[in-house]
């Protein structure tokens, strides 16, 4: 199947404003793009390309005083199937673990695995190793919090969405990868593009979407504590410890959004 993705934010800047910007389809997915997602503004202005130390795309520019436009919009092959979901996957001790695991076992800026660890082995220090350990943390994460984009904060962490029971789908990454870290699993947060394909259309606006990766039997795993249920259709855009390392926008100054769109719709092709 075919999916056309792209976004377009609007940002207002009172001077000169240095911008990273992380909107670049995973290099991981790169073969399957149709046509190369380049990143376009409107005023157009010089574009320098990166990878971060995570291995995802990143760019830099320099915004004008005004309003920009900054957007990419291209299609995407996919192979239309649900998310993998593998209920025999180990568990491995710690000290079995790749080294370029353990980055994902710490503590980060949104994941206080130090303040949620007693809680999370009085959760699931009783359920089997693996995966239904996995499973058993997005379960309860999914049940724990209500939705709602009135919820959202920038500064919000996993102990405050535990506390407070509400939040948006990275609140749910945070508080189910902080509680994969606490037991011993690691966990790496992701963003990228999910749109309501084989499932009724939400009623929101279309935004990017977050999930986590748990590293299980000798490689990653994908969990969706907000959605639950395998998925079609994931676009992975960047990974990283937390929301804070892969933000999809970055403004070194004052930089007021003014307008948002995301899109991730599949391509019909044929008649009909």
């Given at each position: 199947?075919?999916?056309?993705?792209?976004?377009?934010?609007?940002?207002?800047?009172?001077?000169?404003?240095?911008?990273?910007?992380?909107?670049?389809?995973?290099?991981?997915?790169?073969?399957?793009?149709?046509?190369?997602?380049?990143?376009?503004?409107?005023?157009?202005?010089?574009?320098?390309?990166?990878?971060?130390?995570?291995?995802?795309?990143?760019?830099?520019?320099?915004?004008?005083?005004?309003?920009?436009?900054?957007?990419?919009?291209?299609?995407?092959?996919?192979?239309?199937?649900?998310?993998?979901?593998?209920?025999?996957?180990?568990?491995?001790?710690v000290e079995d673990l790749p080294a370029d695991t353990l980055v994902f076992l710490q503590g980060s800026r949104y994941c206080e695995?130090?303040?949620?660890?007693?809680?999370?082995?009085?959760?699931?220090?009783?359920?089997?190793?693996?995966?239904?350990?996995?499973?058993?943390?997005?379960?309860?994460?999914?049940?724990?919090?209500?939705?709602?984009?009135?919820?959202?904060?920038?500064?919000?962490?996993?102990?405050?969405?535990?506390?407070?029971?509400?939040?948006?789908?990275?609140?749910?990454?945070?508080?189910?990868?902080?509680?994969?870290?606490?037991?011993?699993?690691?966990?790496?947060?992701?963003?990228?593009?999910?749109?309501?394909?084989?499932?009724?259309?939400?009623?929101?606006?279309?935004?990017?979407?977050?999930?986590?990766?748990?590293?299980?039997?000798?490689?990653?795993?994908?969990?969706?504590?907000?959605?639950?249920?395998?998925?079609?259709?994931?676009?992975?855009?960047?990974?990283?410890?937390?929301?804070?390392?892969?933000?999809?926008?970055?403004?070194?100054?004052?930089?007021?959004?003014?307008?948002?769109?995301?899109?991730?719709?599949?391509?019909?092709?044929?008649?009909?």
């Amino acid at each position: 199947m075919q999916i056309r993705i792209g976004c377009e934010l609007v940002y207002t800047c009172p001077q000169r404003t240095p911008m990273i910007l992380t909107l670049n389809v995973h290099y991981s997915r790169a073969s399957d793009l149709l046509a190369p997602d380049h990143i376009r503004t409107q005023p157009a202005v010089p574009i320098d390309a990166y990878r971060d130390g995570f291995g995802n795309w990143c760019s830099r520019l320099v915004a004008p005083p005004g309003e920009i436009r900054i957007g990419t919009d291209t299609s995407i092959n996919d192979n239309g199937l649900p998310d993998v979901v593998d209920p025999t996957a180990i568990q491995h001790a710690v000290e079995d673990l790749p080294a370029d695991t353990l980055v994902f076992l710490q503590g980060s800026r949104y994941c206080e695995t130090d303040r949620l660890s007693e809680t999370a082995w009085s959760l699931f220090g009783q359920t089997p190793l693996g995966w239904p350990r996995v499973w058993a943390i997005g379960e309860f994460v999914h049940k724990h919090i209500a939705f709602g984009y009135q919820y959202s904060r920038a500064t919000k962490t996993a102990l405050e969405v535990f506390q407070e029971r509400a939040g948006v789908c990275r609140d749910y990454a945070h508080l189910a990868v902080t509680f994969c870290r606490c037991m011993n699993i690691p966990a790496r947060y992701c963003t990228g593009y999910l749109g309501d394909i084989g499932v009724p259309a939400a009623p929101e606006p279309m935004d990017f979407s977050a999930w986590l990766e748990v590293y299980l039997g000798g490689r990653w795993h994908t969990l969706d504590p907000r959605n639950l249920a395998p998925r079609i259709g994931r676009i992975l855009i960047a990974r990283g410890r937390d929301a804070a390392d892969v933000p999809l926008s970055n403004a070194f100054g004052a930089a007021t959004l003014t307008g948002f769109r995301v899109w991730t719709d599949e391509v019909r092709t044929g008649g009909g």
